[in-house]
């Protein structure tokens, strides 16, 4: 079983920054691929970066490439997103979540947090 706790998130004016952290807990945690996925008002929950077990392989999604960094602390148990840059169309809830092998599809994820909120006012 892996557990996983979100944090970090909040209120930050356009153009500003955030850093995500997710802390895991877990044997399987520090050999699991991880994901960050978010899910705006009315939309999917949708990947937008993810990292592999070691941290050599990552992902972005086009919307986030250059301005959002994932990486992993293995033995802080932790994955952080790193978000500068910030837009208003960035506001949503975001989720951390864990798979034996990363994936671009939520239900290839039998582990989730709780979500953290982010909002960027304009």
């Known amino acids: 079983q892996v557990q996983l706790v979100e944090s970090g998130g909040g209120l930050v004016q356009s153009g500003g920054s955030l850093r995500l952290s997710c802390a895991g807990s877990?044997?399987?945690?520090?050999?699991?691929?991880v994901g960050w996925f978010r899910q705006g008002p009315g939309e999917e929950r949708a990947l937008i970066s993810g990292i592999n077990w070691n941290g050599r392989n990552t992902y972005y999604v086009d919307s986030v490439k250059g301005r959002f960094t994932i990486s992993r602390d293995n033995a802080k148990m932790t994955v952080y997103l790193q978000m500068n840059s910030l837009r208003p169309e960035d506001t949503a809830v975001y989720y951390c979540?864990?798979?034996?092998?990363?994936?671009?599809?939520?239900?290839?994820?039998?582990?989730w947090g709780q979500g953290t909120q982010v909002t960027v006012a304009s």
């Open positions: 979540a864990a798979a034996p092998i990363g994936s671009a599809y939520a239900d290839h994820y039998p582990y």
């Open positions: 877990g044997r399987s945690f520090s050999s699991s691929g």
